[in-house]
């Protein structure tokens, strides 16, 4: 898992716009994916979450119009 971020922070220098947004985004959020990397409980999603809520969300919106 530490060799990718490894291996992004070196190639940032040189690399081209778009895949250097990538890159910085990446980075900004490097200690986050560490973790979601090493936690296999964290879900890659929050589909179930969404999920959960969302006939909640509907009527309240519902009931605003």
Do not use: C, W
Not at 31 to 47: A, E, R, S, V
Request: negative net charge.
């Amino acid at each position: 898992n530490r060799l990718i971020f490894k291996l992004i922070k070196e190639a940032y220098p040189t690399s081209i716009f778009p895949l250097k947004e990538a890159i910085e985004y990446t980075l900004k959020y490097e200690k986050d994916l560490y973790q979601f990397l090493d936690d296999g409980h964290i879900p890659m999603t929050n589909n179930l979450d969404e999920r959960a809520i969302k006939a909640f969300v509907i009527n309240i919106s519902f009931l605003h119009h």
